[in-house]
């Protein structure tokens, strides 16, 4: 298994672990040089959305992988982190019906079932 796919299915899970909402993967290594796949999920407060970062960050680092940067965490209206390989994105609910990454990444492929990578 590739690296990628090992940080989604580890983000995935942490992300379920606290309870994130409407999680959503997107394969974009067709379309962009950025990363192999976004995660997106939102909150439904900020200490949720940053407990969800936590989470995230916490079981790739258990597995080995370093986040190269991480914005947004003060706010918590949207956290990115990046892992070169994977970006998570953790929203709060309204942020992410503004930006709306999944409207502007639709030419990328949606993961609809986690065991399909």
Request: proline share 1%.
């Amino acid at each position: 298994m590739n690296h990628s796919k090992e940080m989604v299915k580890l983000a995935f899970a942490a992300l379920e672990e606290k309870k994130g909402e409407n999680i959503q993967i997107i394969d974009i290594q067709e379309i962009s040089v950025l990363a192999d796949y976004f995660i997106i999920a939102n909150g439904s407060n900020p200490n949720q959305v940053k407990a969800m970062a936590d989470q995230v960050e916490e079981s790739l680092g258990k597995a080995g992988y370093e986040v190269k940067q991480i914005e947004g965490y003060q706010t918590a209206n949207w956290i990115l982190m990046d892992y070169k390989d994977i970006i998570v994105h953790v929203f709060c609910k309204e942020d992410r019906l503004f930006y709306d990454l999944e409207r502007i990444w639709r030419d990328g492929k949606t993961i609809v079932d986690i065991t399909e990578l």
